[in-house]
T-cell receptor, first 116, second 109 residues
Framework: GAGVSQSPSNKVTEKGKDVELRCDPI?????LYWYRQSLGQGLEFLIY????????KSGLPSDRFSAERTGGSVSTLTIQRTQQEDSAVYLC??????????????FGPGTRLLVL | GQSLEQPSEVTAVEGAIVQINCTYQ??????LSWYQQHDGGAPTFLSY????GLEETGRFSSFLSRSDSYGYLLLQELQMKDSASYFC??????????FGGGTRLMVKP
């Protein structure tokens, strides 16, 4: 089947605006992860979902960031009142489960966010 | 906190062998993963070590020593297409990944 898809692929917004990023995981994958990658840097963990619940939100940079997942499938990451430092590539990944560790995470192509 | 250290850049010639090292400080360690990312692309899984020792997958091998908090990725018979960034990542509870800063590998003819 299809891999992880994300939309939009690119987003340019003005400082102070809200943005919503979408992730469609691989069908049947119960675990979903959001990461952020600044240019030339490693991936920064933001949040993960097991089903519809988010056991760990500790990676969210501020209260302007929120995420939800409904129906155990699609997830949206919302950034309110965007700032220039939010500019990055936002990557979503999914895996079959979260149990035991070592489950391969399959990444989507990312959303490139530029805040002017 | 958690931290991973890996070299920022490595250069090698086609056909050679290269080793990318990774040291980590972490809690809740389940294993060490390696991901490859080409410029502009998404990270793709290469290997995972939960136990000490060497895991081999074709031209790529990965090693882990839990007592030393150390691992490495070994790439043999380098090809031009292997030019990419390579990330080590610690698997934590919930299969969360904490990534290192990445090693940019340049393969020259």
């Amino acid at each position: 089947g299809a891999g992880v898809s994300q939309s939009p692929s690119n987003k340019v917004t003005e400082k102070g605006k809200d943005v919503e990023l979408r992730c469609d995981p691989i069908s049947g994958h119960t675990a979903l992860y959001w990461y952020r990658q600044s240019l030339g840097q490693g991936l920064e963990f933001l949040i993960y979902f097991q089903g519809n619940s988010a056991p760990d939100k500790s990676g969210l940079p501020s209260d302007r960031f929120s995420a939800e997942r409904t129906g155990g499938s699609v997830s949206t990451l919302t950034i309110q009142r965007t700032q220039q430092e939010d500019s990055a590539v936002y990557l979503c990944a999914s895996s079959l489960s979260t149990s035991g560790g070592g489950e391969t995470q399959y990444f989507g192509p990312g959303t490139r966010l530029l805040v002017l | 906190g958690q931290s991973l250290e890996q070299p920022s850049e490595v250069t090698a010639v086609e056909g050679a062998i290269v080793q990318i090292n990774c040291t980590y400080q972490t809690s809740g360690f389940y294993g060490l993963s390696w991901y490859q990312q080409h410029d502009g692309g998404a990270p793709t899984f290469l290997s995972y070590n939960a136990l000490d020792g060497l895991e081999e997958t074709g031209r790529f091998s990965s090693f882990l020593s839990r007592s030393d908090s150390y691992g490495y990725l070994l790439l043999q018979e380098l090809q031009m297409k292997d030019s990419a960034s390579y990330f080590c990542a610690v698997n934590n509870a919930g299969n969360m990944l904490t990534f290192g800063g990445g090693t940019r590998l340049m393969v020259k003819p």
